[in-house]
């Protein structure tokens, strides 16, 4: 696939993913990769500002990192992402988003994103 053709379909994913979520989807934060090319669009059609980290900080996308990081507690490093079923990424996309976080004050990602007491997210 040619570069432009990548953006287009990173564009045209995260417009998808995030539409419902308008009112809470701000900011975006991406990395300097030219499947961004089409910020601009993205930012439009999701009212949000798109802001990109600096090359080699890493820390300017924590959050990002981090779930990387939780992501391959589950996927090792190595990992042939071409054997791993869907049905495996939704598992771990939904023990991850139910994982009481620290940052969170013990409260799941979950919780917070949709305001959910936790009496009521269990």
Known sequence: MNDSKHAE???QATVMLLKPYLDKVLTITADNG???AGHESIAKQLNAA???AHPYSSWERGLNENTNG???QYFTKGSSFQHITESQVEDVMQKLN???RKTLNYK???A???GVDKRQAA
């Open 9 to 11: 379909v990173v564009t």
């Open 34 to 36: 030219k499947e961004f």
């Open 50 to 52: 798109v802001y990109f």
């Open 70 to 72: 939780l992501i391959r």
């Open 98 to 100: 139910h994982r009481p």
């Open 108 to 110: 799941t990602p979950h």
């Open 112 to 114: 917070v994103f949709f």
